[in-house]
């Protein structure tokens, strides 16, 4: 099985049942399918909220869903390695089946993190020296030639001596003729001392190390290495970056002013008021104080519809929180532009159509007509676009 | 069917804008406020090019435009309040219910103000420039708010701890040489604790100059417990009316001394042998001999004492301090009959003069003990040169303090205690602190004076050493 | 249209820009504002003392911060300086650029500098464009700026496949593209042979309109200083200059298309393009620029609105995209930044759109620098319903001879 950063496909499915939030799942009932190419099928099955089975299986039958990747893609999203949405949107991970129970795994699993192995120090004093020829700064080292040895004491100590000659690095784990300056330290001082957690003036001011010989020269050492990196990823944590949440919720007041008002008003009474611009004929909807087209006013109205031809509707799948209410509308639904009878070529009027029904509208286009529709009144009516609750088909 | 639309078509339609939305606080505020929420601590920024304190802090000093986000600087927790003002509505976007004081508070070590929720203090009683602290919420919500609010700053934190020499092995006069020669080599003796003298309130300072003057027992034994707290050895008393008028009523003189002595039983009281103007001679020095204080101030010349506009030398009260050899003979015996430990006030020369010419009677008991008065309207000016003129005019063994008018109390007190003498600070010599806010109480210049000695490496003399230093029987 | 010629001539000195992303949890908005702003300053070798005015843009209510060019002056640099906000929906990254171009050229000042911004990661877009509808009507109807219309259009027109098929080859050339810009947005390296794919993966948002051909929505500042032709001289080594520029807007109507053949809709685009193309002499747009940054909501819209900006007819349009010639070696370069679809800061876009175009005229695009060279360019910003903000950008300060039958007159 290839491993991606370390880590192989079924190191994610193996600690499946340590990440699950059971908070994540309330309510959930249902197997998802995984199908890494190559690497084989997952079936993950939540019961009750409860984890039931994560089984290597080739018939996923059963699954609400079924995720489609790649090994190094799954490994990649389970670890944050991979961007989730860019690979999803990038088509390297599809789903099949429902995408919206699908999204529910999200929530259900803690991020996978690798377990870490931990260094000894020994280790650290080895992969230390061992990257100090890498982490040599060339250009820093302009016209210096010294050595500087290193005794560690301790279990896992040894000497080290750096050679620094021409503008290159060598390492030499054992001692070496005539050093510019010697230094003596603990191993576990030079690993923290190298990781940042202590630095030479406390060690040398606690009597902790020592140095003989030419003291600048040891100084130099923060100039021309890179700083180490730790294998284990240590050193700064990473900042926590702060993210307020809020709502804004204002009340308005609109004023409708006449025009709009007669037109609310008009459908408090279950008619549809159109206004004619004097000069292009022009019906408007909902009715405006101008017509923008020919910058004269419009003033006089003229009762349409109630029913009319669908010309366009707009199908929805994504709906955004209403920002008035903040509530989210059931999805599919669709937004309707129907050309009321009265009306003529654009002067159509946007409304919604009856849910159950958005499967069976028909557009209409220059002189083939669209569905015909007819409003649903509600019962209790206020002056506002909803009176009308929906359009539905007028058969 | 054509109609027209009338005016009264128009009606009022109730809506509501309800929109999600996140804020980003970055590297930089992030850090400020997990910094306040973790440590409580108020970080702001210094700007490297103009110098400019932040906070909150900032990426960018807007004034030129230079990169500061690394430049952290850690501020006290505490500040003053610049300005303030009082919101008097409810809203439910606001913090609090209404009456309610946002401030502007200027944090210690910031240049730039900051707004905050100014509390546990009634409007009516919020003052510009009054010290206000940071309490901290116990709750986090990430925000700003994870202050909770300020509150007015009561004493400083050495207050609620213990006096400055706490801890350390108490001093014993050793077999020192002669103190006067070490002087005169210009070797002070820094090895004696240095006695700090709180002056609590003079004859003349009143509390709408500084509302910390105290005017009845219980606030002098209050105050004087605060000096004693913040490292005083001694306090120097003029008793006062609870009209704030200096008073010689033996009764309310010695209420004011037990008062203090009951509160803080270690401190030495020193009472003033002038005690406004007015007094006759009797009235000064009956009181001295009914309440036999530990010490006792005496005059040394008779002199002008005036109130003088310092800028223009318009003259608003002229008066003649009489203090007649007569006086000085018959005070000084009084004192010493009855135990009392005469401190004896220099205006000028002259005055020391004075006192040598009437202690060659011989009724003074030694160690004397010398306080140097700089800037009274009729008396000499700070020099240092006069200082050293002063102190090398002692008799031998003698201990000398001192104390200034105004802005001199802080060179002439860190001259006395550089030359290996005492100080005297409070709000009878000077109501303002050296940055020009006033002092919260006399405590607070005690606490200067505990600075400077901190500062030369001085101790800060106990009283019970305080009474070894200067020759004093405690009562 | 009225227009008059300018008082003296504007050139483009500095341009900066940060890196788009939806991650910019590190920075608060005027940090960010600050990045773009040093990185113009650098560009132009100017320090914030030699700007004389800054004019800031974004968007109204998308990030619920009210005047941010208030709060904004650590970033801007606005501090003791003149300093104005305009908002005019999406195209105010360009009416910015427009409105930098005017105030240069009538003297009032000498230098200015441009700053648009968003988060939008810190709003909601969709809420906030919402809002921008008849609180009475349409605010309760609306989808964001999200629609399926130009997708049917297309489709009625020139059938469904040829028509998806535009639209997805669309997508993957600006995904192309933005993987060459080091400070785009999205790049997912879609591959050509994964057209038919997606067609059929992406989930659809509204009608034809999927979600892998809907803009982004990205945190992101763009910076560019404008000054007068004495100081550009002087100051720049390779000056971009702003021949013209035009805004058409339309009444509040969300009908952006026709129903019928009798009653056709204005077209925004087209007529501003029109305008501008007619005013100065332009009888081939498709041959007389060199490169167009197009402000591309969606892949769709952008396929459509070639026919439009490039006063093309019939399936012109869809030919060029068809055979790849809006590609970075193209005959017409669209959008080698990867466009809106890559990096979508919403009050930044349009003004990335002419900082963009005037980095082709540079030569100092980088990876993403169209190979041939690049002496004239357009620059487009959409907002609003249907809004159209068009500005031409030139290499040489050469154009006054082409109304006299100069440069221009060859082409004819």
Redesign the interface.
């Known amino acids: 099985m290839a491993e991606y950063w370390g880590i192989n496909v079924e190191d994610i499915f193996n600690s499946m049942k340590d990440r699950f939030r059971p908070e994540g799942a309330t309510d959930v009932t249902a197997s998802f399918g995984y199908d890494i190419r190559e690497e084989g099928k997952w079936k993950v099955s939540v019961f009750h909220g409860t984890l039931a089975a994560v089984e290597k299986i080739d018939n996923l039958s059963g699954c609400v869903a079924t995720m489609v990747t790649d090994g190094e893609t799954f490994v990649g999203v389970n670890t944050g390695t991979v961007d989730a949405t860019n690979a999803f949107m990038g088509g390297k991970v599809k789903v099949e089946g429902d995408m919206g129970a699908f999204g529910r795994t999200g929530r259900m699993f803690r991020k996978y993190v690798p377990p870490r192995k931990e260094m000894s120090t020994r280790d650290y004093l080895v992969d230390m020296f061992g990257t100090v020829e890498s982490r040599f700064k060339k250009d820093a080292a302009r016209d210096l030639d010294f050595i500087i040895t290193i005794e560690v004491s301790g279990d896992a100590g040894g000497v080290w001596s750096v050679i620094i000659k021409n503008q290159s690095c060598t390492v030499v784990n054992d001692r070496v003729d005539n050093p510019t300056v010697t230094l003596e330290v603990a191993d576990k001082d030079w690993v923290d001392l190298t990781l940042g957690k202590t630095d030479a003036q406390t060690l040398l001011a606690a009597g902790r190390g020592s140095v003989r010989g030419d003291i600048a020269i040891a100084m130099k050492w923060g100039e021309i290495f890179e700083k180490y990196v730790d294998p284990m990823g240590g050193g700064e944590p990473e900042q926590e970056l702060l993210v307020l949440k809020k709502t804004i919720s204002v009340g308005q007041k609109f004023s409708t002013g006449p025009i709009m008002g007669k037109f609310l008003n008009g459908l408090k009474a279950k008619k549809i008021l159109a206004n004619k611009c004097p000069k292009c004929g022009r019906m408007q909807l909902p009715a405006r104080e101008i017509c923008a087209d020919c910058r004269v006013r419009v003033t006089d109205f003229v009762e349409v519809g109630p029913k009319g031809q669908v010309r366009y509707m707009e199908y929805v799948y994504y709906a955004s929180p209403d920002p008035l209410t903040g509530e989210t509308r059931e999805t599919p639904y669709g937004m309707v532009n129907i050309l009321l009878d009265g009306c003529t070529g654009n002067d159509t009027f946007a409304h919604l159509i009856r849910r159950d029904q958005i499967d069976l509208i028909k557009n209409g286009r220059d002189d083939t007509p669209g569905t015909r529709v007819r409003p649903v009144w509600n019962e209790k009516r206020v002056g506002s676009i909803f009176d009308i609750q929906h359009f539905e088909i007028d058969e | 069917m054509s109609k027209k639309a009338e005016q009264s078509e128009s009606f009022i339609v109730e809506g509501k804008l309800a929109l999600p939305y996140a804020y980003f606080a970055g590297r930089v505020g992030s850090t400020f406020i997990t910094t306040i929420r973790d440590q409580k601590k108020i970080m702001g920024v210094r700007c490297p090019a103009c110098g400019t304190v932040y906070v909150p802090p900032r990426q960018v000093c807007d004034k030129d435009f230079t990169d500061i986000r690394n430049n952290w600087v850690t501020l006290g927790n505490s500040g003053t309040v610049v300005n303030f003002t009082v919101v008097r509505y409810d809203d439910r976007h606001l913090p609090r219910t209404a009456p309610f004081v946002l401030a502007l508070i200027k944090l210690d070590g910031a240049d730039t103000p900051f707004m905050h929720i100014l509390e546990e203090v009634a409007p009516e009683n919020v003052k510009i420039g009054m010290r206000v602290e940071a309490t901290f919420a116990a709750k986090t919500t990430n925000t700003i708010l994870d202050i909770d609010h300020f509150k007015p700053a009561p004493e400083k934190v050495r207050m609620t701890t213990e006096r400055p020499e706490a801890g350390r092995k108490a001093w014993t006069p050793g077999d020192e040489p002669e103190m006067q020669e070490k002087r005169r080599g210009g070797k002070p003796d820094m090895s004696t604790p240095v006695i700090i003298t709180a002056a609590l309130t003079g004859a003349a300072t009143m509390k709408n100059q500084n509302p910390a003057v105290p005017y009845t027992p219980a606030e002098f034994a209050e105050e004087a417990n605060k000096c004693w707290k913040a490292g005083a050895a001694m306090v120097h008393v003029h008793a006062r009316a609870d009209n704030g008028m200096a008073t010689h009523e033996h009764d309310r003189i010695r209420a004011t001394h037990d008062a203090i002595k009951e509160k803080c039983p270690g401190l030495i009281v020193n009472l003033s042998s002038a005690v406004g103007m007015g007094k006759t001679a009797e009235q000064r020095i009956s009181q001295i001999v009914a309440v036999r204080p530990e010490m006792a101030s005496l005059n040394t010349n008779t002199m002008n004492f005036s109130i003088i506009d310092r800028k223009t030398g318009k003259i608003f009260i002229d008066y003649v301090f009489e203090n007649t050899f007569t006086m000085l003979q018959d005070f000084g015996k009084a004192m010493e009959e009855n135990g009392v430990k005469p401190e004896i006030e220099c205006y000028d020369m002259g005055g020391l003069d004075n006192i040598m010419l009437v202690a060659k009677q011989g009724f003074f008991t030694y160690p004397m003990n010398f306080n140097f008065v700089w800037g009274v309207a009729g008396g000499q000016a700070f020099r240092a040169e006069s200082f050293i003129a002063m102190m090398n005019a002692l008799p031998p063994k003698a201990n000398f303090t001192t104390c200034g008018v105004g802005t001199e109390e802080f060179p002439c007190i860190m001259q006395s205690c550089l030359l290996g003498g005492h100080m005297r600070v409070g709000l009878e010599d000077n109501i303002r602190m050296p940055n020009g806010e006033f002092a919260k109480g006399s405590w607070e210049l005690v606490e200067v004076a505990v600075r400077i000695a901190e500062c030369l490496g001085r101790s800060v003399a106990t009283p019970d050493e305080a009474r070894m230093i200067m020759g004093l029987k405690k009562k | 249209m009225a227009h008059r010629k300018k008082n003296r001539n504007v050139g483009i000195i500095g341009i900066g820009q940060t890196k788009h992303s939806s991650h910019?949890?590190?920075?608060?908005q005027?940090?960010?504002i600050?990045e773009a702003v040093?990185a113009a300053l650098t560009d132009a070798n100017l320090?914030?003392k030699d700007i004389d005015c800054i004019v800031h843009g974004n968007m109204e209510?998308f990030?619920?911060v009210h005047q941010p060019d208030l709060w904004h002056?650590?970033?801007t640099?606005a501090?003791g300086k003149e300093c104005i906000r305009i908002t005019t929906g999406g195209t105010v990254g360009m009416t910015i650029a427009c409105a930098s171009d005017n105030l240069v050229a009538s003297g009032l000042y000498d230098i200015v500098m441009a700053v648009g911004f968003e988060?939008l990661?810190?709003?909601?877009t969709?809420?906030?464009i919402?809002?921008m509808a008849?609180?009475?009507?349409?605010?309760?109807?609306q989808?964001?700026a999200?629609?399926?219309?130009k997708a049917?259009e297309l489709i009625?027109e020139f059938g469904e496949e040829r028509a998806k098929r535009a639209s997805m080859m669309y997508r993957i050339i600006m995904?192309k593209h933005a993987g060459l810009n080091q400070y785009a947005h999205?790049s997912?390296?879609?591959e050509f042979e994964?057209l038919d794919?997606?067609i059929k993966?992406?989930?659809?948002?509204?009608?034809d309109l999927k979600?892998?051909e809907m803009c982004s929505q990205s945190d992101g500042a763009c910076a560019v200083i404008f000054a007068c032709e004495k100081k550009t001289k002087e100051l720049s080594r390779h000056p971009v200059w702003i021949r013209d520029h035009i805004t058409v807007h339309?009444?509040e109507?969300?009908?952006i298309f026709?129903?019928?053949?009798?009653?056709p809709?204005?077209q925004s685009h087209r007529f501003a393009a029109d305008q501008l193309y007619k005013r100065n002499n332009i009888d081939k747009p498709l041959e007389y620029f060199d490169v167009f940054e197009m402000y591309d909501p969606a892949s769709w819209w952008a396929v459509d609105w070639l026919r439009d900006f490039f006063q093309l007819r019939g399936d012109e349009h869809i030919m060029l995209v068809e055979e790849k010639e809006i590609m970075i070696d193209g005959k017409m370069p669209i959008n080698p930044s990867g466009g809106v679809i890559g990096s979508n800061p919403i009050g930044a876009t349009a003004l990335i759109r002419v900082a963009e175009a005037a980095l082709q005229i540079r030569g100092d695009a980088g990876k993403h620098q169209i190979p041939k060279p690049v002496k004239h360019a357009l620059a487009s910003g959409f907002g609003g319903t249907m809004w159209t903000v068009l500005m031409m950008l030139e290499k040489e300060l050469n154009w006054q001879e082409a109304d006299n039958g100069g440069i221009l007159g060859n082409q004819r």
């Open positions: 910019r949890e590190d920075v608060n005027p940090e960010m600050h040093s320090t914030m209510l990030e619920m002056t650590l970033g640099g501090y988060k990661q810190e709003g909601h969709t809420g906030g919402t809002n008849d609180p009475l009507w349409f605010r309760n109807l989808t964001g999200l629609t399926g219309s049917y009625s995904d999205r997912f390296g879609l994964q794919d997606l993966s992406s989930p659809k948002l509204v009608g979600l892998i339309k009444e109507v969300f009908q026709g129903y019928h053949k009798d009653y809709v204005l």
